[in-house]
């Protein structure tokens, strides 16, 4: 499995030249650092959630990074991987308090995100959905190299939103907001067959050299921190990258090719 | 790019399943109350719903005992699943190479309800999350594997078992316990309430007065192992999984059904199996008129001209639309109904719709042995998904 592009956009910009040196200093004491309602244009965008609009500009942003048109992706050869901790989040929250009419509710599942990325891109291949943290999207990365490995897709994307500032009182209550910050992050990663499988550890103790990296450049960033380690890897110019991420108590890792930057 | 050729994937074996559902608190009281064409659906007497339009669902009354005091009643109907599943089998594996994959649309969003409703405790925030759930699960089985949480909407319970069942092929597990579950709450009453997607009468899949679906709740959990590694008896194997993604709309199923046929071909073709060689359907079946128009006309597609041969059912006439566990619970009573040589009926199917043109098992029980199923699921967001099963 190769890497074909990735694009992310965290609470700090636009790809991994926006990232700080040190993000807790540049926080400067914010607990969460958002990112903005990205402004597509659209009838169909006009009631679509903040969330929904992030997942559609992070596959944006991984096309123009990697060159590539949108009709490239179109069709049931490309497999949709979604991952999340808690994107969810604002839509329940509003749907519990004043926000209950037919048109909320369809959008308190998860797989609404996901659903409008498909729509806007006519995804139409293989689709997983799966909520949790770093190793939730470690998963994800080493379903996409299955799904490549037995031909059921010929590209998969692998799309990781996270907000916090919706519900940063339930964040913090959570105590997920010590060390800050959280940073909201929407993240996309273009993947394609290749010789090399990845190697996946479900299960690993260690860390790799990026993820202490991740948190100290781009703050916590939940399930989107393997996507930044992948961005990062290949603005260094690394063949390969050994990602991992660890949530509730599990850690997980899986390596892979990483391929060329197209802009770097 | 091209694809490559299809790899028949390794069976994987069902060696036990366990059930909580609104028919009984268990494997046993689950088959009986499918085989009786009976159902479960009640007045819900657990919350308020007087200012809803239908008040009515697949409730379970009474939490088994093997799940009290467990706070998420997400987590309980998990637990009480699990408890059940091992009263059939154990676990005998080394703790860390046991992998949890639960399915879920809701996840722990009535804990949310109680987070925002006066309870500040760090704990329920975090119980509020949608993969706290399998993680208690986990907790309660020992288990000290991969911990997976896939939401895809309803669909979640198939996916969830094909995931599983990956992690086995791929020997990141040597035992994985799959599968879903769902809570009936006020969060999710309101919301098909909204949607008007909620019937009055009864629930009647592919009938010709079928009127909206109503929800239950209820888990359902399968322990999987690699089938070569088996040496006792099973309970079925699962040969194949699909999904697709209908890139159509966020509430609604493609009119045409693309996104649940590429699903089913996925399935089929993962599992090595052609179409004419499906023995049986377990349908979503939700009662819906549309889900059940579209969904006859993709199973006529893709099973070809055997279709109007092949007995299909649902049971969400008995139990209702368990949501995240639907399809979980759907393979086990395949499995369920090879091993025993019954297939349930659709419970509320009884006059024949010109537009769902397909052999719906009414009245009674069918007396069949099917030996290679198929289970078909939908969900919001455009998820579908497909399972084939065989019997042992």
């Known amino acids: ?264 | 790019m091209s694809g490559a050729a299809p790899l028949r994937p390794e069976p994987i074996a069902a060696l036990a399943a366990g059930v909580v559902t609104p028919l009984g608190p268990d494997l046993d009281a689950f088959w009986s109350g499918l085989l009786g064409g009976g159902g479960a659906l009640t007045a819900i007497e657990r919350f308020r719903t007087d200012d809803l339009r239908v008040g009515c669902g697949g409730e379970i009354k009474k939490i088994p005992a093997a799940a009290s005091g467990i706070r998420s009643r997400a987590a309980a109907l998990l637990v009480a699943a699990a408890a059940d599943l091992r009263t059939r089998a154990s676990l005998d594996a080394a703790p860390e190479r046991i992998g949890v994959v639960a399915g879920t649309a809701l996840g722990g969003v009535e804990e949310l309800e109680h987070a925002l409703d006066g309870d500040s405790t760090a704990g329920r925030a975090r119980d509020a999350l949608y993969d706290a759930p399998a993680h208690a699960l986990a907790d309660w089985l020992g288990a000290r594997g991969p911990v997976v949480t896939v939401s895809a909407a309803c669909a979640s319970g198939a996916t969830a078992l094909g995931v599983g069942a990956d992690l086995l092929r791929q020997d990141v597990a040597d035992l994985v316990v799959a599968g879903g579950y769902d809570i009936l709450c006020r969060f999710v009453l309101r919301g098909f309430d909204a949607l008007r997607s909620l019937t009055r009468e009864r629930v009647r899949p592919f009938d010709r007065r079928r009127s909206g679906l109503l929800l239950g709740e209820a888990a359902g959990l399968v322990l999987l192992a690699r089938e070569r590694d088996v040496r006792g008896p099973r309970l079925g194997r699962l040969l194949g999984h699909g999904s697709a993604s209908d890139a159509s709309h966020v509430a609604a199923p493609d009119p045409h059904g693309r996104g649940l046929h590429s699903a089913i071909m996925a399935a089929l073709a993962a599992a090595d199996v052609a179409p004419a060689d499906i023995d049986f359907v377990s349908a979503h079946g939700t009662g819906t008129p549309l889900n059940d128009r579209i969904e006859s006309t993709v199973l006529r597609r893709a099973l070809g001209p055997r279709a109007d041969a092949i007995p299909v059912n649902s049971i969400k006439g008995a139990l209702g639309h368990t949501m995240g566990a639907a399809a979980a619970l759907e393979a086990i009573m395949c499995w369920l109904a090879a091993r025993e040589g019954f297939i349930p009926p659709t419970t509320g199917f009884e006059e024949p719709d010109p537009a769902c043109p397909l052999d719906y098992v009414p009245g009674t029980c069918r007396v069949a042995r099917p030996r290679l199923m198929l289970s078909t699921s939908l969900g919001f967001g455009g998820c579908n998904a497909a399972l084939v099963l065989e019997a042992v």
């Open chain 1, 1 to 264: 499995m190769k890497v074909e592009s990735v694009g992310i956009l965290t609470g700090w910009g636009r790809g991994v030249e926006a990232l700080p040196s040190d993000a807790s200093v540049a926080a400067a004491g914010r607990a969460v650092l958002p990112l903005a309602r990205p402004s597509l244009n659209g009838e169909r965008f006009r009631r679509a959630t903040r969330e929904c609009l992030l997942g559609v500009e992070a596959v944006n942003v991984m096309l123009a990074e990697g060159g590539i048109d949108h009709d490239e992706i179109r069709g049931d050869r490309t497999a949709l991987l979604f991952v999340t901790v808690g994107a969810y989040g604002p839509s329940n929250v509003g749907f519990i308090g004043t926000r209950s009419g037919t048109l909320h509710f369809p959008y308190t599942a998860p797989s609404a995100l996901s659903g409008e990325v498909a729509i806007e891109f006519g995804l139409t291949g293989a689709y997983v959905i799966l909520i949790g943290g770093a190793p939730a999207t470690i998963d994800a990365l080493w379903q996409a190299g299955l799904l490549l490995a037995q031909g059921r897709c010929d590209r998969a994307l692998v799309l990781v939103v996270e907000v916090f500032e919706d519900c940063e009182a339930l964040w913090r209550r959570a105590r997920w907001t010590v060390p800050a910050p959280l940073v909201e992050t929407a993240a996309c990663a273009l993947l394609t067959r290749s010789e090399a499988p990845p190697v996946y550890r479900a299960m690993s103790g260690e860390p790799s050299a990026l993820e202490p990296d991740v948190e100290a450049r781009a703050g916590r960033t939940l399930a989107a921190a393997p996507l930044v380690a992948l961005a990062l890897a290949r603005a260094a110019g690394e063949p390969r990258a050994r990602l991992t991420g660890s949530w509730r108590g599990r850690r997980a890792s899986i390596e892979l090719v990483v391929g060329q930057a197209a802009r770097l």
